[in-house]
């Protein structure tokens, strides 16, 4: 090999190594690159997360009482509400036995109809030991009628005109995911009508119904 030849190798080796270097480095920017964006999401997703919880927190407690009050109990159970099977009904027309108290956003929530199924699946505990059940929503008493009617509830429901039980009750919320509505909630009155236990649930949308079954036995 002369000497012209080898040099010409030499540059040939040293301009093909400077190609694959510069190859190299564009997929190392890549990479980092990559790196840098998946980082950025992963944050925003994580203060997206925070930033949701943070205002479905908010919301709960600016939107609802912290407990029921027991002079607003005592204050709305005489108040007429109009009912799914008809007529009007009072909360006080009930005591002396305990009340269960469904408030639901509506009849637009799937969860809300399988919680209503689910309470009326636990109506022959609940009878056995003498409560009642009352479902309580702000969807007209019409829509309510329909509702009971379509899933063959036992009990009925009714509209809690102007929010006044969900406000009395502390499970009114002005400001949920469903717009100012009743929150997810069971409530149940013991026989002398005071607020024996509540389970808020605007997050969950489930309250189990054994869970139910203990307050009542428990009241």
Not at 143 to 155: E, G, I, P, T, W
Request: hydrophobic fraction near 45%.
């Amino acid at each position: 090999m002369t000497a012209r030849t080898a040099a010409h190798g030499a540059r040939t080796d040293a301009g093909r190594t400077r190609r694959i270097s510069k190859a190299e480095r564009r997929r190392i920017a890549q990479r980092r690159a990559a790196r840098r964006r998946t980082a950025f999401v992963a944050v925003a997703a994580i203060g997206f997360f925070a930033a949701a919880v943070a205002v479905r927190q908010t919301s709960s407690s600016n939107g609802a009482p912290a407990a029921a009050s027991p002079g607003a109990v005592r204050a709305v159970s005489t108040t007429p509400f109009p009912s799914s099977d008809g007529g009007t009904l009072t909360v006080s027309q009930f005591s002396g036995a305990p009340l269960v108290l469904y408030f639901y956003e509506g009849q637009a929530c799937g969860a809300c109809q399988t919680q209503l199924v689910e309470i009326q699946g636990a109506m022959a505990d609940l009878e056995a030991m003498g409560a009642h059940v009352l479902g309580v929503t702000m969807d007209p008493v019409g829509v309510s009628a329909s509702v009971a009617a379509q899933l063959h509830l036992s009990y009925p429901i009714v509209e809690d005109v102007d929010h006044q039980l969900g406000s009395a009750m502390g499970t009114y919320e002005s400001s949920g995911h469903m717009g100012a509505v009743d929150q997810h909630s069971v409530l149940v009155l013991a026989a002398d009508g005071s607020v024996a236990w509540r389970q808020l649930a605007g997050t969950t949308m489930y309250v189990a119904p054994s869970e139910i079954v203990d307050a009542v036995r428990a009241s």
